[in-house]
Nanobody
Framework: VQLQASGGGLVQAGDSLRLSCAPSGLTFITYTVAWFRQAPGNEREFVASITRGGRYTYYAESVKGRFTVSKDTDKDTVYLQTSNLRPEDTAVYYC?????????????????????WGQGTLVTVSS
């Protein structure tokens, strides 16, 4: 399994960015794709997740109402649409895959549940 995250950049507070994650080599019957982020000096934290069919999505409280996770089945790509970005959203954003379908948000938010990780994409939000 290989994951490629892209779409990061330098933006101003209030701007939007769309991050993309294109997993390849997925042969699991079901899986969950998640976004995590890590700011300098901080631990990696959960941002959002979506199951294979897109039925179950979960968000961290800090991004609810501002970020939307979605999946394009034709392109086999998962997106994280961010809006109203804040300086505290500055971080390296990672996408990850777990070969399980998480219907419980508390499990979806656990980084230890994800076996496959991609290289991150840096999002920098200036004030």
């Amino acid at each position: 399994v290989q994951l490629q995250a892209s779409g990061g950049g330098l933006v101003q507070a209030g701007d939007s960015l769309r991050l993309s994650c294109a997993p390849s080599g997925l042969t699991f019957i079901t899986y969950t794709v998640a976004w995590f982020r890590q700011a300098p000096g901080n631990e990696r934290e959960f941002v959002a997740s979506i199951t294979r069919g897109g039925r179950y999505t979960y968000y961290a409280e800090s991004v609810k109402g501002r970020f939307t996770v979605s999946k394009d089945t034709d392109k086999d790509t998962v997106y994280l649409q961010t809006s109203n970005l804040r300086p505290e959203d500055t971080a390296v954003y990672y996408c990850a895959v777990a070969s399980r379908l998480f219907v419980d948000g508390s499990y979806a938010a656990m980084s230890s549940k994800y076996a496959y990780w991609g290289q991150g994409t840096l999002v920098t939000v200036s004030s």
